[in-house]
């Protein structure tokens, strides 16, 4: 068996779960996420824990069923806790500032980058070089990131350009003059 899938997820109070066939609802004191999970992946609820099952030994049971338990134990961590992707901007005129959900971004173009946030998305800018986004869906929290990222990804030169903050940059030496 799985050593991810086996693990029950254990449900922390306040967070409530609706499963109908295919489809669990996830609702707790941040918000609600729901998903369809895949068909041969049985979902059930055995008090304060989620146990995911798998009908037998086939190589796909067993990659879906690590995949559904690790996606539904990170919709309960959403719902009750969030997520949070920090990154930051280094260069030399670069910033960033944020109204409403539109993310604006001065990289070093002749026109500043606009980002609309989706819904469920928030962005704190401090100091005009460190963004820190905050969601509740991991998934789409990565995906804006990665987007924001790539408006600028970091150079290996002088490491100029957004980069996530746990992430080392491997600089490269310039052209010596001999």
Same mark, same amino acid.
């Not at 967070?15 to 996420?33: C, S, Y």
């Not at 901007?89 to 070093?108: C, D, F, H, N």
């Not at 606009?114 to 789409?140: C, M």
């Given at each position: ?10 449900? %922390?109070?306040? @967070? ?8 669990? $609802? ?6 609600? $996420? ?14 304060? &824990? *989620? ?12 990659? =879906? ?5 690790? *996606?539904?134990?990170?919709? @309960? ?27 604006? =971004?001065? $990289?070093?173009?002749?026109? %500043?980058?606009?980002?609309? =946030? ?14 820190? *986004? ?5 998934? =789409? $929290?990565? &995906?804006?990131?990665?987007? @924001?990222?790539?408006?600028?990804? %970091? &150079?290996?030169? +002088?490491? +100029? ?6 992430? *080392? ?5 310039? +052209?010596?003059? @001999?």
């Amino acid at each position: 068996m799985s050593r991810v899938g086996r693990q029950p997820i254990q449900i %922390p109070s306040g @967070v409530q779960i609706a499963l109908n066939e295919r489809h669990i $609802l996830v609702k707790g004191p941040k918000g609600q $996420l729901e998903w369809e999970y895949p068909a041969p992946i049985q979902v059930r609820q055995d008090g304060s &824990e *989620l146990l995911v099952e798998r009908p037998d030994d086939s190589r796909q049971n067993r990659t =879906l069923h690590g995949t559904t338990r690790a *996606l539904i134990q990170n919709m @309960v961590t959403g719902v009750s806790n969030g997520f949070m992707r920090k990154l930051e901007i280094t260069g030399v005129g670069y910033r960033a500032s944020v109204q409403g959900s539109t993310m604006t =971004l001065e $990289l070093g173009y002749s026109h %500043p980058v606009r980002y609309e =946030l989706p819904n469920g998305i928030s962005a704190e800018v401090e100091k005009n070089v460190s963004i820190t *986004l905050q969601g509740i869906d991991k998934q =789409l $929290l990565g &995906e804006v990131a990665a987007k @924001v990222r790539s408006f600028r990804p %970091p &150079e290996p030169y +002088k490491g +100029k350009g957004v980069k996530y903050a746990e992430e *080392l940059i491997r600089r490269k030496v310039g +052209k010596k003059n @001999v």
